[in-house]
């Protein structure tokens, strides 16, 4: 199995894995009287106390991810990441496929800390809220630091080109 394969079969892994979790958790939710009060509640205060510290750590991970990916695309002439993901509609879902395997790990990390972190403090799991969080986090600022990467080299370079 080539490292591609692989890589590929551990994204799948991951949005399974999500999307099974979803499925699990949805109908307990939406049956709970006050549940949007809760999610929202519960996601805006999870900035202190333990593992607080993913709120540094996942965006970091996903910044350094996206530079990586950002400088390939500018190397290669590739159009802005975002960008392409709003408008290209041909192009969406192999882009989304990329920024998904970058992320994968962080992403996968991201729920399993938000996971320790449910079981800490609100002794139960809920699986959509560590979803949320976990996008939030890691894929966010990977979609806007990748696209930002590629104008900044693009800028650079045309910075050179006109001093030499």
Same mark, same amino acid.
């Given at each position: 199995?080539?490292?591609?394969?692989?890589?590929?079969?551990?994204?799948?892994?991951?949005?399974?894995?999500?999307?099974?979790?979803?499925?699990?958790?949805?109908?307990?939710?939406?049956?709970?009287?006050?549940?949007?009060?809760?999610?929202?509640?519960?996601?805006?205060?999870?900035?202190?106390?333990?593992?607080?510290?993913?709120?540094?750590?996942?965006?970091?991970?996903?910044?350094?991810?996206?530079?990586?990916?950002?400088?390939?695309? #500018?190397?290669?002439?590739?159009?802005?990441?975002?960008? $392409? *993901?709003?408008?290209?509609?041909?192009? =969406?879902? &192999? @882009?989304?496929?990329?920024?998904?395997?970058?992320?994968?790990?962080?992403?996968?990390?991201?729920?399993?800390?938000?996971?320790?972190?449910?079981?800490?403090?609100?002794?139960?799991?809920?699986?959509?809220?560590?979803?949320?969080?976990?996008?939030?986090? #890691?894929?966010?600022?990977?979609?806007?630091?990748?696209? $930002? *990467?590629?104008?900044?080299?693009?800028? =650079?370079? &045309? @910075?050179?080109?006109?001093?030499?």
């Amino acid at each position: 199995m080539s490292t591609e394969d692989r890589s590929r079969h551990r994204v799948h892994i991951i949005v399974a894995t999500s999307a099974i979790a979803l499925l699990v958790a949805l109908p307990a939710s939406a049956l709970a009287m006050g549940v949007l009060d809760r999610f929202w509640t519960d996601l805006l205060a999870r900035h202190d106390g333990p593992l607080s510290f993913r709120f540094i750590l996942q965006p970091i991970m996903a910044i350094l991810a996206a530079w990586r990916d950002g400088k390939k695309d #500018a190397e290669t002439g590739r159009s802005p990441y975002f960008w $392409t *993901v709003l408008t290209n509609p041909q192009k =969406r879902a &192999g @882009r989304l496929r990329e920024g998904l395997k970058s992320t994968s790990k962080i992403l996968a990390m991201g729920l399993v800390i938000d996971l320790i972190y449910q079981t800490i403090v609100f002794d139960t799991i809920r699986p959509m809220e560590a979803v949320v969080i976990a996008i939030v986090l #890691a894929f966010v600022p990977y979609m806007l630091v990748r696209g $930002t *990467v590629v104008r900044w080299a693009a800028w =650079r370079r &045309g @910075r050179k080109s006109n001093v030499e």
